[in-house]
């Protein structure tokens, strides 16, 4: 096991791995930046490194900077978090070549996956459904040609996408080559990369997702579904686990397709495979998140596993501990993101100081939080603060316990 971990992010998800790292008897080391020097996760690890002004490309984004900071403080391995560098292959090729452990898939790996292009011709290879479009890059004439084949409303989306970012809804022939060229350039301004894909807009669907482990040894498992259908502008708000739209039956269906995809990518740490599920039970692959995800906790809640802990034991080298037949679902979790926003303004990022926090407590409620008073909101980063995540034996009594007053 690692004897040092630096925690590549900041944040209540920064705070959530170097608590599973205490856990495991391994020392923490954050990264932060000047107006993160007072941060919650800054005090919390056992270690601390600033690297730099505030904005994310002299900081938190610099992998030069969070790399020369691991070589400095003598760290085995580097944990991504989500967002940030936690999706960029580069990046763990940098970490690797560095004489670290990237906690998390390999280059290749991600490079595939991360391209949601190529993650489609995988899940086509292994056989799991994918939405009717594109199966590979478009321009407007591929477009133009899938849309007469099967019809608007269509989807474009970026093809190294992510957050909701590079999409756009064409519900006629007339707008297509504008939003292609809209679409592009806010692909090309958020991921570096304008390509485009084009995909049947389904409608109504629900927006399921399976969370995987997997070791090097060939070992893979799933950990059931979670619903995140809950979204505003194509980004999560509410998740839950199980889903309840599946049911037994379904879900192994949902969690075989998941571990075929993982075993044909070559798949190795935590990971998630996102499908859409519609009203018939049908399901389409639509991509893999190569990283733990923000909603992670629902399943840590409903399994008594923590991912965390996992991801680091893999990292490692080590098996998993336990086989499919070992993964009972149990009970209901559901998170709510907590935020910054001004609700009247658009929901715009809300900035200033917090005077007072108070978070909920009790059986079955756990708050993930970045909070503290006397925190001042960053106009740099995210506006995520805190998940109140509560579980119940049942979706009734998960709901009751997040309503409570």
Same mark, same amino acid.
């Given at each position: 096991m690692?004897? &040092?971990? !630096?925690?590549?992010?900041?944040g209540? /998800?920064a705070?959530?791995v170097?608590?599973?790292?205490r856990?495991l008897?391994?020392?923490?080391v954050a990264?932060?930046?000047?107006p993160?020097?007072?941060?919650?996760?800054? $005090?919390?690890?056992d270690?601390?490194?600033?690297?730099g002004?505030g904005?994310?490309?002299?900081s938190? !984004?610099?992998?030069k &900077?969070v790399?020369?900071a691991?070589?400095?403080c003598g760290?085995?391995? @580097?944990?991504p978090g989500y967002?940030? +560098?936690s999706?960029?292959a580069e990046?763990?090729?940098?970490?690797?070549?560095?004489?670290l452990?990237?906690?998390?898939p390999?280059p290749e790996?991600m490079r595939?996956?991360? %391209?949601k292009?190529?993650?489609?011709?995988?899940?086509a290879a292994?056989?799991?459904p994918?939405?009717p479009g594109?199966?590979?890059?478009?321009g407007v %004439?591929?477009?133009?040609e899938i849309?007469g084949? @099967?019809?608007?409303?269509?989807?474009?989306?970026a093809?190294?996408g992510?957050g909701? &970012?590079?999409?756009?809804?064409v519900?006629k022939?007339?707008?297509?080559?504008?939003? +292609?060229?809209?679409?592009?350039?806010?692909?090309?301004a958020n991921?570096?990369?304008?390509g485009?894909?084009?995909?049947?807009?389904l409608?109504?669907?629900?927006?399921?997702e399976v969370q995987?482990?997997?070791d090097r040894?060939?070992n893979?498992?799933?950990l059931?579904?979670?619903?995140c259908?809950?979204?505003r502008r194509s980004?999560k708000?509410v =998740?839950?686990s199980?889903?309840?739209?599946v049911g037994p =039956?379904l879900?192994g269906?949902?969690?075989?397709?998941?571990?075929a995809?993982?075993r044909?990518?070559?798949y190795e740490n935590?990971?998630?495979? =996102?499908? *859409?599920?519609d009203?018939?039970?049908?399901?389409y692959?639509?991509e893999?998140n190569a990283r733990?995800?923000v =909603?992670?906790?629902?399943t840590e809640?409903v399994?008594g596993l923590?991912?965390v802990?996992e991801?680091? $034991?893999?990292?490692?080298?080590?098996?998993?501990?336990?086989?499919q037949e070992?993964?009972?679902?149990r009970?209901?979790a559901?998170e709510c993101r @907590?935020?910054?926003?001004d609700?009247?303004?658009?929901?715009m990022?809300s900035?200033?100081?917090?005077? *007072?926090v108070?978070?909920?407590s009790?059986?079955?409620?756990?708050v %993930?939080?970045s909070l503290?008073?006397?925190?001042e909101v960053s106009p740099?980063?995210?506006?995520l603060?805190a998940?109140? /995540?509560?579980?119940?034996?049942?979706?009734?009594e998960?709901?009751g316990g997040?309503?409570?007053p």
């Amino acid at each position: 096991m690692f004897k &040092k971990v !630096l925690v590549a992010n900041r944040g209540e /998800i920064a705070v959530r791995v170097m608590r599973a790292c205490r856990d495991l008897g391994i020392t923490s080391v954050a990264v932060y930046s000047e107006p993160d020097a007072t941060a919650l996760h800054t $005090r919390y690890a056992d270690e601390a490194y600033c690297l730099g002004p505030g904005p994310v490309a002299e900081s938190y !984004l610099n992998p030069k &900077k969070v790399i020369e900071a691991a070589r400095a403080c003598g760290a085995d391995a @580097i944990h991504p978090g989500y967002g940030f +560098l936690s999706e960029r292959a580069e990046f763990a090729r940098a970490v690797a070549e560095a004489g670290l452990v990237f906690i998390g898939p390999s280059p290749e790996t991600m490079r595939q996956v991360g %391209d949601k292009v190529t993650a489609k011709q995988i899940a086509a290879a292994a056989g799991v459904p994918t939405v009717p479009g594109t199966n590979d890059r478009a321009g407007v %004439d591929e477009a133009r040609e899938i849309a007469g084949r @099967i019809g608007y409303p269509l989807l474009i989306k970026a093809a190294a996408g992510g957050g909701g &970012k590079g999409i756009r809804l064409v519900e006629k022939a007339e707008d297509l080559e504008a939003s +292609l060229q809209v679409a592009a350039a806010e692909a090309q301004a958020n991921f570096g990369d304008g390509g485009l894909y084009v995909e049947k807009f389904l409608d109504p669907v629900r927006h399921v997702e399976v969370q995987i482990l997997a070791d090097r040894h060939g070992n893979i498992v799933h950990l059931g579904e979670r619903e995140c259908s809950i979204q505003r502008r194509s980004q999560k708000l509410v =998740e839950e686990s199980p889903s309840p739209a599946v049911g037994p =039956e379904l879900r192994g269906r949902l969690g075989a397709a998941a571990i075929a995809i993982a075993r044909e990518s070559g798949y190795e740490n935590a990971g998630t495979v =996102e499908f *859409l599920l519609d009203r018939d039970g049908a399901f389409y692959f639509i991509e893999v998140n190569a990283r733990l995800q923000v =909603e992670h906790p629902v399943t840590e809640l409903v399994t008594g596993l923590d991912l965390v802990r996992e991801q680091l $034991r893999i990292a490692a080298g080590e098996q998993l501990g336990f086989a499919q037949e070992d993964v009972y679902l149990r009970g209901w979790a559901i998170e709510c993101r @907590i935020t910054s926003e001004d609700a009247e303004g658009g929901f715009m990022p809300s900035l200033g100081r917090i005077d *007072l926090v108070s978070e909920p407590s009790g059986p079955g409620v756990r708050v %993930d939080s970045s909070l503290f008073t006397g925190l001042e909101v960053s106009p740099y980063y995210d506006s995520l603060l805190a998940k109140v /995540i509560v579980w119940g034996h049942d979706r009734d009594e998960a709901l009751g316990g997040l309503t409570a007053p």
